[in-house]
């Protein structure tokens, strides 16, 4: 059974960071590339950072500079460290499997709140 428990949001302040952490299981992870995904009120899911097994990584536009998804795959572990936030920047982080089609696995951890406000 495929798990995926994220961790590590919270309130911050504009320009402040935090790091988001990811354990998955029940699945092969060094198989897959890992990404993670936001999703802010009444918006979509969107990817914003995924890595591949190899570790080539990738970024939306948006957090290109800012932040940086790393992973463990000794751990099962994903990380997505997040500088200067912003308020934009606020949602539920999810992290799931990627594919060019979208994501690997239908079901989805709780995700972690992330808000960013003065």
């Known amino acids: 059974q495929v798990q995926l428990v994220e961790s590590g949001g919270g309130l911050v302040q504009p320009g402040g960071s935090l790091r988001l952490s990811c354990k998955a299981s029940?699945?092969?992870?060094?198989?897959?590339?890992m990404g993670w995904y936001r999703q802010a009120p009444g918006k979509e899911r969107d990817l914003v950072a995924s890595i591949t097994r190899a570790g080539n990584t990738n970024y939306v536009d948006s957090v290109k500079g800012r932040f940086t998804i790393s992973r463990d795959n000794a751990e099962n572990m994903v990380y997505l460290q997040m500088n200067s936030l912003k308020p934009e920047d606020t949602a539920v982080y999810y992290c799931?499997?990627?594919?060019?089609?979208?994501?690997?696995?239908?079901?989805w951890g709780q995700g972690t709140q992330v808000t960013v406000s003065a």
């Open positions: 799931n499997g990627v594919l060019q089609s979208g994501p690997v696995f239908p079901s």
């Open positions: 029940g699945f092969s992870f060094y198989r897959n590339t």
